[in-house]
């Protein structure tokens, strides 16, 4: 019995071995899902990867667009701090720039929507004539297919400039006689000719620069002037008369004779004579384009602005009432004389003006002062504003618009802006500081001006001095 025991048993054990020995099939499923296994794993730590990548290459795309979209508005902040109307309305309000940068180019589109005083819409194209007192802006800022938009919204004050030009003579220009000119800084006092011709003579000395853009120029006796003469006609320099820089005749001759000189280089276009009185190069047959152009100034009465400048405005039907009014007393604090009515506005015979603040006097008619009249500044310096006022289409005839100083008028302590729709005359014995503007100017007989540029309320708009009220990221439209 027992050795048949034994043999089962064996039997046994040999059947169970077997089944344990064979596993070749186990271990390839379970190789099979360790594979199965890693490459989900590895596509997913790829797909994140990726994801990564693009979100990373996203993000510096929005923030690169961010900072074009930025740039825009800071772009537009800048060129309104120095723009003048007549600018900004030449630039459709609208500005945009490619900005180049790595890993790719980014780029701006701003633009601008103009506001009045009362918050009205001004369109861009009347920016010249309509001051705008704020702006909102939007810059839309790229970097290939991303696009982000700024905001802004900004309050303006307008900054106001002097007037180019010491001297400004429309429809031709007489300076004669014993006539000087010195410069606010070095040699600025520049005389300027928009239309016409320039007549300077017996011992004139300017301390500037003469632009005759529209004329030729005379030029003779004894003067001197420290910078250029540039005429686009005919130049003719002579008897003594020294010309410190360059000389120019745009499309015709120049002429150098009777011991003229001139220190810089003479270039003509056609003939010079005299070339030996040229210390520099002599060029001629040499045509070029003509002078810069300078358009007339349009001081015209806009009583909110001089009001807005600090100004008490005080209004005339007549002359006479003016009179009594700037001759009987001191006048205090910065005041406007403003007369309606075309008259002549005239003071005489040993008549002083006194006044303790800046003063204007604005006429539709004529400013006349002569024989010992003094504008007397009390605790100068004060700014003294002599203006016949801007208008389209008036006649000049008879003088019914003139502003004429002339016979020992004097300025102490006053800085002075003659400036008229018409002509302006200054004749004997007169002296200020200040500046010119006529249509035309003459000056005669023992006359020295110290140029100083003039501010006037409302006109001469330089730029903008901005107050920023937000800025902000936006939706796209």
């Given at each position: 019995?027992?050795p048949?025991?034994r043999?089962?048993?064996?039997?046994?054990?040999?059947?169970?071995?077997?089944?344990?020995?064979?596993?070749?099939g186990f271990?390839?499923?379970?190789?099979?899902g360790?594979?199965?296994?890693v490459?989900?794993?590895?596509?997913?730590?790829?797909g994140?990867?990726?994801?990564?990548v693009?979100?990373?290459?996203y993000d510096?795309?929005?923030?690169s667009?961010?900072?074009?979209?930025?740039?825009?508005?800071?772009?537009?902040f800048s060129?309104?701090?120095?723009?003048?109307?007549?600018?900004?309305?030449?630039s459709?309000c609208?500005?945009a720039?490619?900005?180049?940068?790595?890993?790719?180019d980014?780029?701006f589109?701003a633009?601008?929507?103009?506001?009045?005083?009362a918050?009205?819409?001004?369109?861009?194209?009347q920016?010249?004539?309509?001051?705008?007192?704020?702006l909102?802006?939007?810059?839309?800022?790229?970097?290939g297919t991303?696009?982000?938009?700024?905001?802004?919204?900004?309050?303006?004050?307008?900054?106001?400039?002097?007037?180019?030009g010491?001297?400004?003579s429309?429809?031709?220009l007489n300076?004669?006689?014993?006539?000087?000119?010195?410069?606010?800084?070095?040699?600025?006092a520049?005389?300027?000719?928009?239309?016409?011709?320039a007549?300077?003579?017996?011992?004139?000395s300017?301390?500037g620069?003469?632009?005759?853009p529209n004329g030729?120029?005379?030029?003779?006796?004894n003067?001197l002037i420290?910078?250029?003469i540039?005429?686009?006609?005919a130049?003719?320099i002579?008897?003594n008369?020294q010309?410190l820089?360059?000389?120019?005749?745009?499309?015709?001759?120049?002429?150098?004779?009777n011991?003229?000189?001139?220190?810089?280089?003479?270039t003509?276009?056609?003939g010079?004579?005299?070339?030996?009185?040229?210390?520099?190069?002599?060029?001629?047959?040499s045509?070029?384009?003509p002078?810069?152009?300078y358009?007339?100034?349009?001081?015209?009465?806009?009583?909110?602005?001089?009001?807005?400048?600090?100004?008490?405005?005080t209004?005339?039907t007549?002359?006479?009432?003016?009179?009594t009014?700037?001759?009987?007393?001191t006048?205090?604090?910065n005041?406007?004389?403003?007369?309606?009515?075309?008259?002549?506005?005239?003071?005489?015979?040993?008549?002083?003006?006194?006044?303790?603040?800046?003063?204007a006097?604005?006429?539709?008619g004529?400013?006349?002062?002569?024989?010992?009249?003094?504008?007397?500044?009390?605790?100068?310096?004060?700014?003294?504003?002599?203006?016949?006022?801007?208008?389209s289409?008036?006649?000049?005839?008879?003088?019914?618009?003139?502003?004429?100083?002339?016979?020992?008028?004097?300025?102490?302590?006053?800085?002075?802006?003659f400036y008229?729709?018409?002509?302006?005359?200054?004749?004997?014995?007169?002296?200020?500081t200040?500046?010119?503007?006529?249509?035309p100017?003459?000056?005669?007989?023992?006359?020295?001006?110290?140029y100083?540029?003039?501010i006037?309320?409302?006109?001469?708009?330089?730029?903008?001095d901005?107050?920023?009220?937000y800025?902000r990221?936006?939706?796209?439209?």
């Amino acid at each position: 019995m027992t050795p048949r025991r034994r043999r089962v048993c064996s039997g046994l054990f040999l059947r169970v071995g077997r089944r344990l020995d064979d596993d070749s099939g186990f271990a390839l499923i379970f190789a099979m899902g360790i594979v199965f296994v890693v490459l989900v794993l590895s596509t997913t730590v790829l797909g994140m990867s990726v994801h990564n990548v693009e979100q990373s290459a996203y993000d510096r795309r929005r923030v690169s667009a961010v900072v074009a979209a930025e740039a825009g508005l800071n772009q537009t902040f800048s060129f309104i701090a120095s723009a003048s109307p007549s600018e900004i309305a030449s630039s459709g309000c609208q500005f945009a720039q490619t900005l180049e940068g790595e890993p790719q180019d980014a780029s701006f589109t701003a633009v601008a929507t103009l506001y009045d005083a009362a918050g009205n819409t001004i369109p861009c194209n009347q920016a010249a004539t309509i001051v705008p007192a704020s702006l909102s802006l939007y810059s839309e800022g790229t970097t290939g297919t991303t696009t982000r938009r700024m905001e802004t919204y900004v309050q303006l004050q307008p900054v106001y400039g002097g007037f180019e030009g010491a001297v400004v003579s429309e429809s031709g220009l007489n300076l004669v006689n014993n006539l000087t000119i010195n410069g606010d800084q070095s040699h600025d006092a520049d005389v300027i000719v928009p239309s016409g011709s320039a007549v300077i003579s017996n011992n004139s000395s300017i301390g500037g620069s003469l632009y005759v853009p529209n004329g030729s120029a005379s030029v003779s006796n004894n003067g001197l002037i420290s910078n250029d003469i540039w005429a686009n006609g005919a130049l003719t320099i002579s008897n003594n008369f020294q010309i410190l820089g360059d000389v120019r005749s745009s499309t015709s001759t120049i002429s150098i004779t009777n011991n003229a000189h001139v220190g810089g280089s003479a270039t003509a276009g056609t003939g010079i004579t005299g070339s030996a009185n040229v210390s520099g190069g002599v060029y001629p047959n040499s045509p070029s384009g003509p002078p810069p152009s300078y358009t007339y100034p349009q001081i015209t009465w806009d009583e909110q602005e001089w009001v807005s400048a600090g100004y008490t405005v005080t209004t005339y039907t007549t002359c006479p009432a003016a009179v009594t009014a700037l001759a009987g007393q001191t006048l205090t604090g910065n005041r406007v004389i403003r007369i309606t009515a075309v008259c002549a506005l005239s003071f005489g015979g040993n008549t002083t003006i006194r006044f303790d603040g800046n003063l204007a006097v604005v006429t539709d008619g004529s400013i006349r002062s002569s024989n010992n009249v003094k504008w007397e500044a009390v605790n100068g310096p004060r700014s003294l504003f002599l203006i016949t006022a801007y208008q389209s289409s008036l006649s000049c005839a008879g003088g019914t618009h003139d502003v004429v100083d002339s016979n020992n008028v004097s300025y102490p302590g006053a800085t002075v802006l003659f400036y008229s729709v018409c002509g302006v005359t200054i004749a004997n014995n007169s002296g200020f500081t200040g500046q010119v503007m006529g249509r035309p100017v003459s000056i005669a007989n023992n006359f020295t001006m110290n140029y100083v540029p003039m501010i006037v309320p409302g006109t001469n708009v330089v730029g903008f001095d901005q107050s920023i009220m937000y800025i902000r990221e936006a939706r796209l439209s």
